[in-house]
Every structure is written in C-alpha cells, then in structure tokens.
C-alpha cells in the first residue's frame, strides 16, 4: 500500500505536537508500507527512516499574501505528485487542502488525522485575519469529504462531533498519539540546567510550550504568584501567535520577576536533549492548557519520569491519571469555542494548589514521575500505534470502494 502523507511539519522543521507526530508516525510505518511524505519548507533529506520525502517551498509569488493563502497554494503545488498512491493521509488544515483535492483529482480515499479544530481555535483570527475563514472552509469541507477522520483521543473525537454534527461519526476512529520512551527517558545530569541559570537543587515548575491562547500560558503565569519563594518556575516558550499576545505575556513575566526570583525564560525552540533534562530535573510539569486534543508534551515530560499537573480538559485526562501519575485540575469552560475558564480566579488558584501539592511532597511527586514513565511505556507504543493507523487506512479503503460503488 503506498500512502501520501501531506504535512506542514517534519524534520528539522518541528515547533508543535503535530509535527511530533507525523515525525514518530512516518518513522514507524515505513518499514511496513510504501510511504511518501509531502511536506512544508525547504528542501529536507530525502529518505526518512525508509520514507520518501519532498519539500514544497511557498511560491514566491505569494510572498505577500495571506498566510492562509500561502498555505493553499503550496498545496496545489503537491498535487500532480500523488499518482499512484493508494491513500493520502493529511495532518491539520495546513495539509487538508491537499488532501482533499488530491483525493478527488486521483480518486483515491483521503484520511485526516485531527490534532485540533478550526472553530475551537476562534483566536486565529488575531493571527490570519480573513485567512481564518478560509482555514475554516477548507477544514470543515475536507472532514465532510474524507473517508477516515483519526481523533487523538476520545476528547478529540467528542470535539469533531461537536464542531461538526453532520460528519458521519462512523468514520472517526480513536488513535492516540504516542512517545519514544527510547529517546524521552530521565537524564538526571544537570550540566544543560545549570547552563540556563535553574538551580537543581531547588524544586522547579516547568512549562514547554508555543505562546497560544489555548496553551493557557497566562493562567500558569498566575498561579505563579502562589507557589513558596523557593520554587523556580521555567517558561520553555516558543513564539506567540501575535505581537499583542507577546506584549501581555511579556508584561505578566515582567510582573512577577518583580515579586518573585527563579523565574527563568527560555525562548527558543530547544535540542531534544536539553529539553530531556530540564523536565528530568523538575519536580512537576505544569499544563494548563484550555484547549488540548491530547497533549503530547505532558506524554514527553512523563516519559522523562516527571510528575504532570494539567487542565482536565479535552484529551488530557486520557493522559495524566489523577492522583496517580499527576494531578487533573478541574477546568470548566464557556462553550463559544473560545475554552475561556467559565472563574477564571478559581481556576488559577485551583491550578497553584495543585502545583503546590506536587511541591510540598517531592517524594511523592517523584512517586508520580516514575509511574507515568511506566504508563508512557505501556499505553503509548508508536508501534501499536502505526499498526492501528494502518487499520484506519484499509477501513478508509472499504469505504471509498462502497461510496463509489453506490455511485455508479
């Protein structure tokens, strides 16, 4: 079977879950079909654990244009190169536009794989303007069309029935995302941690993520009031989505450094291994996400033994095993797509107890590290994980032959 995968990220160009994914995906299922990944950027390494890659750069042409329009026009520019494959495989709507003319172009079935949804991100629209409505459109009408949606959790499956009703939910299937434990397990070495001026000896909180709404960066920033003056906190950030949304995050960091020491910012997209011992060396891992298909940061920190305290919201709470693994800090949410807390106060100071409840207790904490290390390993297996994908594509298989069948 030769599968198309169509993705915006891949090696070395990764900054979010999903380009996680499709990284560890393609690594494992090329050694068990014909797989050919059709990604984003520059040209990139050809062969990719046995894969075939290629790289479309945006038209220059477009230099100017809307993001959103850039992104479209890079994926007309895959299209004649799917002959021949028996399905395309597309990951977030950066990918879906592809996906679905390429399925209707060369009359193969088209599978999505669903690591977040347009109309429960309603901030893009500070980021893309009118381009949202166009991410929108193309979204909405490549999970009408396609004849598999993946959801990576049971959370996500929930959320694509909800922001789109009429999408057969026959065709949804629940495949988790997954973590190499190979490659994210404890480096208790400290010279990367020292190196980035975090004390080893003192208790730290961490936080990895993309300066986003939905990454709940602010609320964290918050609760940071609350925690003993001992307690580190470190911001492993990525860009923010807008300037705006930069100058507030910037000016609440600014606030607290003035109250508290130990706050340590890192802004930048971090090696793998220096990661590895930052979360390896913290006392809890802090997620307080209000929008998370699944989470595949808190399954790394995890795999690194680190105790997780995290939103209950979406697919976390298929991740992080209350009182077992972490905490789950209850998260009730306004239902207009925007997931703003429905308290906001009481989210944050829920949030800071349960922080602060990881922290009085390393023991335990280091109790919980080691347990979801355990859970990482067995619940979370890229290789299971491959083999259901592939399940998916022979169910998306049968169905386009019955849907086109019934066509004639």
Partial sequence: MRTDIVTKEFPPTIYGGAGVH???????????????VR????????????????SYAAPAEFDAANAAVQTMATDLLMLQDFAGADVIHSHTWYANFAGHLGSLLHHVPHVISAHSLEPLRPWKAEQLGGGYALSSWVESTAYHAADAIIAVSDGMRRDIERAYPTVDASKIHVVHNGVDTDTWQPDTATDVVESYGIDPKKPSVVFVGRITRQKGVRYLLQAARHLPPEVQLVLCAGAADTPELAAHVNSLITELKETREGVVVIEKMMPRHELIQILTNATVFAC??????????????????TAVVASATGGIPEVVVDGETGYLVPLEQVQDGTGTPLNEEEFVSTFAAALNKALEDPERAAAMGAAGRQRAIEAFSWDAISDRTIEVYRAAQERFADRTSESK
């Fill in 22 to 36: 499709v990284a560890e995906l393609s690594r494992v299922l090329a050694p068990k079909l014909d797989l050919r």
């Fill in 39 to 54: 990604a984003f950027g520059e040209p990139r390494p050809e062969d990719y654990h046995g894969a075939i890659v290629s």
């Fill in 288 to 305: 307080p996400s209000i929008y998370e298909p699944l989470g595949i940061v808190n399954l790394e920190a995890m795999a690194c033994g």
